[in-house]
C-alpha cells in the first residue's frame, strides 16, 4: 500500500508539471477506479464465506464417511448410488462456487483495464485537441499518457487491497470465532497437584447435566445445524458414595441409567452441576488437569486405538516405557500371546485400518495400556463386557492383582464380574437406588437381586451366559440377551 501511495503520489505531481489541464481531466476518472471495488468486494467476500462454508462441509463428509465405519455403514445400509448423488451435488456445489468466484475477479479486473484504457482515450482526446491548438507539445502529451499507465497501475493494486482485506476478514472471523470460544473444563489459576498414590474418590450430592450444543459447539462449525438450545435434561441426579483408596466399587443397572457419566466426572471431563467430586479429598476442580488425568486411568466403553503400531499405542500412556515393560502388561492384560503372533509383533500397526482386532482384543490392548500407565484411580467401563468366560476370569485375575492397592470404579452389566467389589452402587434413572455388598443385596431383595436372577437363571435358560451385550434401553425389548435392561423391566416400578 505505501509504495503504491509513493508511487501514484509522484506521478501524480510530474504530470502536474507538465499539465495540469490533462492532471484534471485524469483525476475526474479517478471515482471510477473505487466503484468496481465497492461493488465487488463484498460480493466477493460472501462468496468466500461461502466457499469456506462448503469445503468444510466437504471435509466433514469425507471424515465422517470415508473412515471404516462410516464406510463400513454405507456398504451395509447405505447405496454407492445414494453416496455418489450425495458427494456429486456437495463437490459440485464447490466446484460452482470456485468458478463464480474466479469470474467475478476476472470482471473485477477486467472492469478496471476497461476503465484505464478509457481514461487513456480520454487524455489523448483532450490533449490531441490541445496539441493541434499549439498548446500542447506532442512529446508532452506523449509523456503524459506513459505516466498515466503508471498511475492507474497502483490505483488498480490499491482498490484490489479492499477487496482483499474483505476476503481475508472472512477468514480472520472464522479462526476468532474458534479462538474465542472458552473451553469449559479449564484449570483455575489456583490450581493444585493432586498427590501420587491411591486417594480416596468421594461424591457429594452430585447433581449432572450434559451441556447444551450451544455451550460447547459452534452453529457455524457444524454441518448439521444444532439449533437446538433446549437445556437438556439432568442426567443424575443427588449422587452421593464414598471410594476409600484402595476400595474398588462396582456400578450397576439399566443402559442408559447414567453410570459412564458418572464415570466421566472423576477425570473432569465435565463439571458437576451442583454438589462435588473429590479426590483424595480435593473438589476436582481445583486440581490441576495434568495431575488428576495422570491420576485417573480410564478404559472407555468403546476402547479406541491409534492407527499405529502397538508400541506406539501402549506408548502413548506412558512414552518412556521399555519393551519389557510393555510385555509384562500385555502378559497382565491377557494379549500377550495374541501380539507375539502378530505379523510385526509390537511394531504392528493396528487401528481401523491396520491389523483389525476384535471388540474383545481392543479392550485387553486397552487395559495393558491402562496397567502401563499405572494410576491411582482406575475406571473401567465394561472393560470385560467383550470376552468370554475363559478370557474374562483371566483377565479378571489380572486386573485384581492391577486393581490391588488402588481405588477402582467398575462398570458392568454382567454381575459376575462385580461381585468381590467392596460395595456395588445400583444406578437407575440417575439415581443410586441400592448400594451394598453383593451379599447384603441379595439377601435385601429388590432391581439387584432380580437383575441376578435374570443373569443366573436355573441352567433351563438357552443362552445363560449371553447376558454381557449391552441391552436396549428400558421399554424396548432386548431380544433375549438384554442382561440388565430386561432385567430392570422385569421389575415392578
Ligand atoms: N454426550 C452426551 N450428551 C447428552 N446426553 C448424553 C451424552 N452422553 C449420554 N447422554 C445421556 O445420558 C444418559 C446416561 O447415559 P450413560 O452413558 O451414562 O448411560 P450408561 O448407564 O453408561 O448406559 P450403558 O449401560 O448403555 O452404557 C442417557 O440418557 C444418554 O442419552
Ligand atoms: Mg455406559
Do not use: C
Amino acid at each position: 500500500m505505501l509504495s503504491n501511495v509513493l508511487s501514484a503520489g509522484f506521478v501524480l505531481a510530474a504530470m502536474l508539471v507538465l499539465s495540469w489541464q490533462i492532471t484534471v481531466v485524469s483525476l475526474v476518472l479517478l471515482p471510477v477506479f473505487i466503484l468496481p471495488a465497492r461493488a465487488f468486494a463484498p460480493r466477493l467476500a460472501r462468496l468466500t464465506r461461502e466457499r469456506y462454508e462448503l469445503n468444510a462441509d466437504m471435509n466433514n463428509t469425507m471424515t465422517e464417511r470415508f473412515n471404516v465405519s462410516g464406510a463400513m455403514l454405507a456398504q451395509l445400509y447405505g447405496s454407492p448410488e445414494r453416496e455418489e448423488v450425495n458427494f456429486r451435488g456437495r463437490a459440485g456445489r464447490v466446484r460452482d462456487i470456485g468458478v463464480t468466484q474466479a469470474m467475478y475477479g476476472r470482471i473485477f479486473f477486467a472492469s478496471l483495464s476497461l476503465v484505464a484504457s478509457l481514461a487513456t482515450a480520454i487524455v489523448y482526446g483532450v490533449g490531441g485537441r490541445l496539441a493541434a491548438r499549439g498548446d500542447l507539445e506532442v512529446g508532452t502529451l506523449v509523456a503524459l499518457t506513459a505516466y498515466l499507465g503508471r498511475l492507474y497501475g497502483p490505483l488498480t493494486q490499491l482498490s484490489n487491497v479492499h477487496v482483499d482485506v474483505m476476503s481475508a476478514m472472512v477468514s480472520f472471523e472464522r479462526v476468532f470465532e474458534v479462538l474465542d470460544l472458552a473451553p469449559v473444563i479449564v484449570d483455575r489459576t489456583d490450581a493444585v497437584d493432586l498427590p501420587a498414590g491411591a486417594a480416596a474418590v468421594e461424591f457429594d450430592h452430585v447433581g449432572f447435566r450434559y451441556p447444551a450444543a450451544d455451550e460447547v459447539s459452534l452453529a457455524s462449525l457444524e454441518s448439521v445445524a444444532v439449533l437446538d438450545t433446549r437445556v437438556p435434561a439432568p442426567v443424575l441426579h443427588d449422587i452421593t458414595f464414598r471410594a476409600e483408596p484402595g476400595q474398588m466399587i462396582a456400578l450397576v443397572g439399566p443402559s442408559g441409567a447414567g453410570k459412564t457419566t458418572i464415570s466421566q466426572l472423576i477425570p473432569r471431563m465435565y463439571d458437576a452441576r451442583s454438589g462435588a467430586v473429590r479426590v483424595g479429598g480435593y473438589d476436582v476442580r481445583y486440581l490441576s488437569l495434568r495431575s488428576l488425568r495422570a491420576a485417573v486411568g480410564v478404559v472407555t466403553q468403546d476402547a479406541h486405538l491409534f492407527h499405529d503400531t502397538v508400541r506406539a499405542n501402549l506408548a502413548f500412556a506412558r512414552p518412556e516405557a521399555s519393551a519389557d515393560q510393555m510385555w509384562s502388561a500385555l502378559d497382565a492384560a491377557q494379549v500377550g500371546e495374541l501380539v507375539r503372533a502378530l505379523p510385526d509383533g509390537l511394531d504392528t500397526v493396528v487401528g481401523d485400518r491396520g491389523h483389525r482386532l476384535s471388540g474383545g482384543e481392543k479392550q485387553r490392548l486397552a487395559i495393558a495400556r491402562l496397567l502401563l500407565r499405572a494410576p491411582g484411580i482406575v475406571v473401567l467401563d465394561e472393560a470385560t463386557a467383550h470376552l468370554d468366560s475363559e478370557s474374562e476370569a483371566a483377565v479378571q485375575q489380572a486386573l485384581s492383582a492391577a486393581l490391588a492397592g488402588r481405588t477402582s470404579l467398575v462398570i458392568a452389566h454382567r454381575l459376575s464380574t462385580v461381585r468381590e467389589a467392596d460395595r456395588i452402587l445400583v444406578v437407575a434413572d440417575g439415581r443410586i437406588v441400592q448400594s451394598g455388598t453383593h451379599d447384603e443385596l441379595l439377601a435385601r431383595g429388590g432391581l439387584y437381586a432380580e437383575l441376578y436372577r435374570t443373569q443366573f437363571r436355573p441352567a433351563t435358560a438357552p443362552t445363560d451366559d449371553a447376558t454381557g451385550g449391552s441391552g436396549g434401553r428400558p421399554g424396548e425389548s432386548g431380544g433375549g440377551s438384554g442382561g440388565l435392561a430386561d432385567a430392570a423391566n422385569a421389575v415392578p416400578a
